[in-house]
């Protein structure tokens, strides 16, 4: 399975009160180191909810055995245990999509979205290794983890990968997550069912309404608690959504915090004194890679490129100890304050 990413979570907020007839079906379960919830209402076709709930755990579990390097027996475990370099290694369409889409997004990021940092990850102990750190890795190692890493090494072929070099290590954990949602609901839609709401681990797809009302989701403050809080409130009309976090996975050493999120470009965890994004798309899968990418670029950078690209996002920022709210223009037509 994934490991739990733990990004900042969103939940769903239903601000129109309780609705005790309500006809919406509600199917839970665990997939990907996380959970999944997924709402409906019923179609007029005889498709039974056991037969979707079953469908969909073999849907997730067939992504996860495609995708996580937590699976020794996955293709992407199997690429990236392979040695032989220019050696090209089939893959599903599914995972070349992801792939495919990871590397657009890595374009349009300056970078900042790389998949190939899986040697970073493990180095830092947040990957599929299992060993956990108390303190940084020597910078020599870190240095020596970035020569590992790079778009440029990784060769992409008809429905097939190899490496130019034999260290390369893939990690889709930062867009595989958006892409099981999409795969959900594009499933859902098939069966008829074109009012739904698929989340895993946060990353969320709502399409028609939760109902007879829209789907209100609310985008959690960056704080540790017991009882999430609500930072702000957003329907989703037909879109996706995905939120990156760094305040839940870290490690402290000396009063600094290491975060789980690794700068490609520097092999450290990032400090930019962004908490969280959140990053809206008719896609989750673009959502999810656009979320990570933009929450390793400084604000400044972030933004510039949601405008250049008319990207909504919504981003939180510490400024002299206090939360502080962004959003590009795009975002600001989907607030109903």
Partial sequence: MFKAHLLLALFLFMLTGCQPQSRLVELRGNTMGTYYVVKYLPPSTSITQTTIQHTIIRLLANI???????????????????????????????????????????????GALDITIGPLVNLWGFGADGHWLTQPPDNTLIQNRLSWTGMDKLLIHNMALSKKIPELSL????IAKGY????????????????????????????????????????EKPIVSLSPQVQRVIELNN?????????????????????????????????????????????????DGFATGFFIMSPEQALKRAEELNIP????????????????SAFSLLIND
Wanted: net charge negative.
């Fill in 171 to 174: 990690d889709l954990s930062a």
């Fill in 64 to 110: 996860n055995h495609q995708m996580s390097t937590y699976d020794a027996f996955s293709e992407i475990s199997r690429f990236n245990a392979l040695k032989e370099i220019n050696q090209p290694i089939e893959i599903s369409e599914d995972f070349m999509n992801v792939v495919l889409e990871a590397k657009r997004i890595y374009t349009l990021t300056d």
């Fill in 239 to 287: 879109l996706s959504m995905a939120t990156s976090g760094n305040y839940r996975h870290f490690f402290d050493y000396h009063g600094i915090r290491y975060s789980h999120t690794i700068d490609p470009k520097t092999g450290w965890p990032i400090n930019n004194n962004i908490v969280s994004m959140t990053v809206i798309d008719h896609s989750c899968m673009t959502a």
């Fill in 180 to 219: 099981g949602v999409d795969a959900v609901g594009k499933y859902l839609e098939q069966q008829g069912i074109h009012n739904y709401l698929v989340e895993i681990g946060g990353e969320i797809r709502a399409r028609g309404k939760n109902d007879t009302v829209p789907w209100r989701i609310a985008i």
């Fill in 313 to 328: 996002i919504y981003f939180l920022v510490i400024e002299q100890g206090k939360i502080v709210e962004y959003y590009s």
